[in-house]
C-alpha cells in the first residue's frame, strides 16, 4: 500500500508560479516511478509529467514542456511540481500517482496509487 499526500495548490495569476508537493509513504519509494496528472471540470483526468526512479528521466506532456519541471528528493520521500508561466488552462485538480510497473509513462491506466489532488487555480 502506499499513500500520496499533495500540496501547493492555490490560486495564482496569469504568468505566476506555484511548487506542489507530494510526500509519499507505505512502500520503498526510491523504486517506483512518479507522476503527476491533472483533471479541469468536465474534462479526462490527463497526463502532465512523469519522473523516473533515480530521477534521471523525465517526460513531459507538450502542454507542459519548457513551463513545468518535475523533480524527486528520494531521501524525503517527495515529488515535486514546479509550475511556472503558469495560463488560466492550467486550472485543474492535479494529483500524484505511483507506477509500480517498469518503465516511464504517461498512460493514466499504468499507475496503481492516486493521491486525493490539490487544486491550482490561475486568473486571468
Known amino acids: 500500500q502506499v499513500q500520496l499526500v499533495e500540496s501547493g495548490g492555490g490560486l495564482v495569476q496569469d504568468g505566476g508560479s506555484l511548487r506542489l508537493s507530494c510526500a509519499a509513504s507505505g512502500r520503498t519509494f526510491r523504486n517506483y516511478a512518479m507522476g503527476w496528472f491533472r483533471q479541469a471540470p468536465g474534462r479526462e483526468r490527463e497526463f502532465v509529467a512523469a519522473?523516473?526512479?533515480?530521477?534521471?528521466?523525465?517526460l513531459y506532456a507538450d502542454s507542459v514542456k519548457g513551463r513545468f519541471t518535475i523533480a524527486r528528493d528520494n531521501a524525503k520521500n517527495t515529488v515535486y511540481l514546479q509550475m511556472n508561466s503558469l495560463k488560466p488552462e492550467d486550472s485543474a485538480v492535479y494529483y500524484c500517482a505511483v507506477d509500480l510497473g517498469i518503465g516511464l509513462v504517461a498512460t493514466t491506466s499504468e499507475y496503481d496509487y492516486w493521491g486525493q489532488g490539490t487544486q491550482v487555480t490561475v486568473s486571468s
Open positions: 519522473i523516473n526512479w533515480s530521477g534521471g528521466r523525465t
